[in-house]
């Protein structure tokens, strides 16, 4: 229950003819009246105790008497016409509002309930009093609504707080104060008073004690320590010494497997493939460039493919195959012998491809000795064809798309005659 302003000035600004209520006892027409329990009553009798009795008059008549602010029992001193009653109460600084942060009565009887505030302490409630204004926390100076500042504090990093073991400072009275993050740490490695364990609690010593009596406990018990550590030590040596005849034992087998397993590999013939897409063609025709290709291996033969777009200027492309330096050499066999096919592929039908195949011979092997011998540089000298075909027939579209050509290259060595 309460006071219906509201009520009364929708009663004052209404433009239709009718009746209202004059006070009968004091004479005043709704002289401080306001409306209780959407009644009107004399705001001037009912306090007073006084009995009295409603008088309706004509609104026409109502609108030439003064009235006095319907909240003068607010502290409001306004008097003037009925008519400007409307207009005053909507600047009246007695008037209630709405908190402009929307603010609820936290206890008792209205807990819930929206809080309404006179137009005149608007501004210091929002500023001092509301329960949602921003306030800084004084120690991590952050901001947080006033009603929620104790469990913000409850979790504050910079709260100060007392050591939870109640250590005191050095050379001061009482207990020492420290932020909420730097208690973990404190706890970790500066409070005299936390319980740790030995220095030598790996080894076998199983004591715990405050911080500050680790060196007393050290000094007492060095001997039983040392003989605890030397223990423990030769434990330990034994144990690598175990894990290290186990490795060596596994890294044996392993060698004899990888042994076992090159002995296999070379005990065959093996053949190596390179399918090589080359890009950009036409441009290394014109400026009659040399490619190379990704080392490949034929087996444990390490070997690279070069292409020669204009050899000796004789608008020839040139294929030349050559063995490189390898990490397996010392275990092939030298020279090496081989048969090299070199495709070049049909892009229309993949059918009627362009095919180059030429065993090497000892007439070879004697002509060229660098060709085929142990690698000793990084890499031997190539060998080939020179004229694998002619640049104008490669750029038929047959060979040549997108600008650019697949070559397939194959290498399969062969016993030594």
Request: charged share 30%; aromatic share 8%; net charge negative.
């Amino acid at each position: 229950k309460g006071w219906r302003v509201d009520l009364l000035v929708e009663k004052l600004s209404s433009k239709v003819e009718e009746k209202v209520l004059l006070c009968s006892n004091c004479g005043g027409l709704l002289r401080d009246a306001c409306i209780y329990e959407e009644e009107f009553r004399c705001g001037v009798c009912i306090p007073e105790g006084v009995a009295w009795q409603p008088v309706k008059m004509n609104r026409t008549i109502v609108d030439e008497k003064m009235i006095y602010c319907p909240l003068k029992w607010r502290g409001c001193g306004w008097s003037d016409r009925v008519s400007a009653a409307v207009h005053h109460l909507e600047e009246c600084v007695y008037y209630p509002e709405v908190c402009p942060l929307g603010c609820v009565s936290l206890e008792g009887e209205r807990k819930g309930e929206v809080i309404k505030i006179e137009r005149r302490n608007i501004l210091e409630h929002v500023r001092d009093s509301c329960h949602l204004r921003e306030v800084l926390c004084e120690y991590c100076e952050g901001k947080v609504k006033a009603s929620e500042m104790n469990p913000h504090l409850e979790d504050c990093d910079e709260f100060p707080l007392h050591c939870p073991n109640g250590c005191s400072k050095e050379g001061e009275e009482g207990l020492r104060e420290l932020k909420r993050k730097d208690i973990p740490v404190h706890l970790d490695n500066h409070c005299p008073l936390q319980k740790v364990q030995c220095a030598y609690w790996e080894h076998g010593c199983r004591e715990e004690m405050e911080r500050r009596q680790t060196d007393t406990h050290e000094r007492e018990f060095f001997h039983i320590h040392f003989k605890l550590s030397m223990t423990d030590i030769k434990q330990k040596q034994t144990e690598s010494t175990n894990k290290i005849a186990i490795l060596e034992k596994q890294n044996s087998d392993k060698d004899l497997q990888i042994a076992s397993l090159t002995k296999a590999l070379l005990s065959q013939l093996p053949t190596g493939r390179l399918e090589w897409n080359v890009k950009e063609v036409k441009q290394k025709i014109e400026n009659k460039d040399i490619t190379y290709s990704d080392p490949f291996y034929v087996g444990l033969y390490k070997c690279q493919c070069i292409i020669y777009w204009d050899f000796e200027s004789t608008d020839n492309v040139g294929v030349f195959i050559r063995i490189m330096r390898g990490d397996f050499d010392e275990k092939l066999h030298w020279p090496i012998r081989y048969r090299r096919t070199l495709v070049l592929i049909n892009r229309v039908n993949n059918k009627d491809n362009f095919v180059n195949s030429r065993e090497l011979t000892n007439e070879d092997l004697e002509k060229y000795p660098n060709s085929f011998k142990r690698p000793t540089e990084h890499e031997n000298n190539g060998l080939g064809t020179r004229s694998l075909i002619s640049n104008t027939k490669l750029l038929e579209e047959k060979y040549y798309e997108q600008d650019s050509v697949a070559l397939h290259i194959s290498v399969e060595v062969l016993p030594s005659l």
